[in-house]
Antibody, heavy 121, light 107 residues
Framework: QVLLVESGGGVVQPGRSLRLSCAASGSTFSTYGMHWVRQAPGKGLEWVAVISCDGNNKYYRDSVKGRFTISRDNSKNTLHLQMNSLRAEDTAVYYC??????????????WGQGTLVTVSP | EIVMTQSPATLSVSPGERATLSCRASQSISSNLAWYQQKPGQSPRLLIYGASTRATGIPARFSGSGSGTEFTLTISSLQSEDFAVYSC?????????FGGGTKVEFK
């Protein structure tokens, strides 16, 4: 069983930055890819970014490219999402989630409980 | 990006009845499709991947089928705990994309 616990959400003004973190436990963190998926209030799921198990491969959705950076520290079993130049449309619950493979997969088999990011003046 | 379209948006079903949910991809995704269940206030849960393979611990009443662009999730006999929102997701191409969801509600 994998446990994923997000932190770092909150209220931030447009244009400012926020860093989300996710602590993983219960499995060998360095053997699987990790994703961030978000869900705006009352809306569907929207994939944000993925990082491979070794951190060498990263992909982002177009709307966050150049603003968000996904990273991981396998020595600390943690995942991060650095979010810069935040916009109102980035307001959502952000889920840290685990892929069932190391890389180039996309099946998400474990999800954290989510952390809410609100971008508002 | 591949657009995933789910239908219907809402499905009203009585306990014990069969529920059939549809998902269509804007281009072929082979069998690279997953289904998730999400209850209010909870995180999503993986039900099906590879279009038809049940995830660990998922009851046999959940089944998936399809390939290419047309997919179906079937719940053979709805239980009270199955009332939720179901989303499909393709993983054939980046970016990963989800359908808008089908809400299965009590009739």
């Amino acid at each position: 069983q994998v446990l994923l616990v997000e932190s770092g959400g909150g209220v931030v003004q447009p244009g400012r930055s926020l860093r989300l973190s996710c602590a993983a436990s219960g499995s060998t963190f360095s053997t699987y890819g990790m994703h961030w998926v978000r869900q705006a209030p009352g809306k569907g799921l929207e994939w944000v970014a993925v990082i491979s198990c070794d951190g060498n491969n990263k992909y982002y959705r177009d709307s966050v490219k150049g603003r968000f950076t996904i990273s991981r520290d396998n020595s600390k079993n943690t995942l991060h999402l650095q979010m810069n130049s935040l916009r109102a449309e980035d307001t959502a619950v952000y889920y840290c989630s685990k892929d069932h493979k190391c890389s180039d997969a996309g099946v998400i088999d474990y999800w954290g409980q989510g952390t809410l990011v609100t971008v508002s003046p | 990006e591949i657009v995933m379209t789910q239908s219907p948006a809402t499905l009203s079903v009585s306990p014990g009845e069969r529920a059939t949910l549809s998902c269509r991809a804007s281009q072929s995704i082979s069998s690279n499709l997953a289904w998730y269940q999400q209850k209010p206030g909870q995180s999503p849960r993986l039900l099906i991947y590879g279009a038809s393979t049940r995830a660990t611990g998922i009851p046999a009443r959940f089944s998936g089928s399809g390939s290419g662009t047309e997919f179906t999730l079937t719940i053979s006999s709805l239980q009270s705990e199955d009332f939720a929102v179901y989303s499909c997701q393709q993983y054939n191409n980046w970016p990963l994309t989800f359908g808008g969801g089908t809400k299965v509600e009590f009739k």
